[in-house]
């Protein structure tokens, strides 16, 4: 299973909100590309880096931070947040971007997104899939849709998508576990790789997440709050690499 810290972008600097309410802005350090070098030095190879002001945009906003961590560390960047058009997409590609995120995008505009999915391919193209009583949640996690999260996932693995980012947004933030009951469901009903996010506080639940099944886990607040170390986390990056 691949371990993911993430860095979560408003005005440059990394920030931790709580159920995607932005009025609990938290930030943690002023400088994200040094924050990314500290995940890259404990030997980390991934990094789930998220745009909040380009979410809350509808545009990209950050990409001169992703552009930073890209070119000065050797992370594979997943980048996410207010990609809407082909410039956006564009532009998180040209800044380094090895995949992107799409969430809010495959609700309001699934032709633009399979047109992604088509043009640069299921190793490119993450499918996010933020959810609110298994409901999907758009822009930021400020709206939620009538989309049912396994209609949903049906219709894109279909599609041919193969990853698929699920995040409970009750959970996110909270550092009370994860929705492994909800996981678990994904991984029995789709074959997708799924990459659990959200509420993740400790190593019994990244073990947990691990025997499920889940291809990776995104690990946030519980990093910056010291719930769980990088020197913890050893384990599974040594026994992945």
Same mark, same amino acid.
């Given at each position: 299973?691949?371990? =993911? ?5 408003? @005005? ?17 350090? /002023? ?16 990094? +789930? ?9 509808? *545009?990209?906003?950050? *990409?001169? %931070? &992703? @552009? ?14 207010? &990609?809407? %058009? ?9 800044c380094g971007a090895q995949q ?10 699934? @032709? %633009? ?6 043009q640069y391919g299921a190793e ?10 298994? +409901? ?14 396994? /209609?949903?996932? $049906? ?9 698929? =980012?699920? %995040?409970?947004?009750? !959970? ?12 678990k469901k994904i991984i029995t009903?789709?074959? &997708? ?9 400790? &190593? $019994?639940?990244?073990?947990?997440? /691990? ?9 946030? !607040?519980?990093?910056?709050?010291? +719930?769980?170390? #990088?020197?913890?986390?050893? +384990?599974?990056? #040594?026994?992945?690499?």
């Open positions: 299973m691949r371990i =993911i810290p993430a860095i979560d972008i408003i @005005e440059g600097k990394c920030v931790r909100l709580s159920q995607g309410d932005y009025s609990t802005q938290k930030i943690y350090d /002023e400088d994200p590309l040094e924050v990314a070098k500290s995940f890259e030095g404990a030997g980390i190879q991934y990094l +789930h880096l998220v745009d909040l002001d380009g979410a809350k945009a509808k *545009h990209i906003v950050n *990409h001169k %931070t &992703l @552009e930073k961590i890209a070119s000065q560390t050797t992370l594979s960047v997943d980048f996410g947040g207010g &990609l809407k %058009t082909d410039d956006d997409l564009r532009i998180a590609f040209d992107i995120t799409g969430g809010s995008i495959a609700v309001s505009q699934p @032709e %633009t997104f399979l047109e992604w999915l088509a490119k193209i993450i499918l996010g899939a933020d959810v609110k009583g298994e +409901h999907i949640a758009t822009n930021g996690w400020t709206a939620t849709s009538d989309r049912s999260l396994f /209609e949903f996932l $049906a219709y894109y693995q279909a599609a041919g998508i193969k990853g698929v =980012i699920c %995040t409970d947004i009750s !959970k996110d933030g909270m550092l009370q576990g994860p929705s492994v009951s909800l996981y009903q789709t074959n &997708l790789g799924l990459i659990a996010s959200g509420g993740i506080t400790s &190593l $019994a639940d990244v073990a947990q997440l /691990e025997a499920l099944g889940c291809e990776g886990a995104i690990i946030g !607040k519980a990093i910056y709050e010291d +719930h769980i170390t #990088l020197q913890d986390l050893e +384990h599974y990056i #040594l026994k992945r690499g």
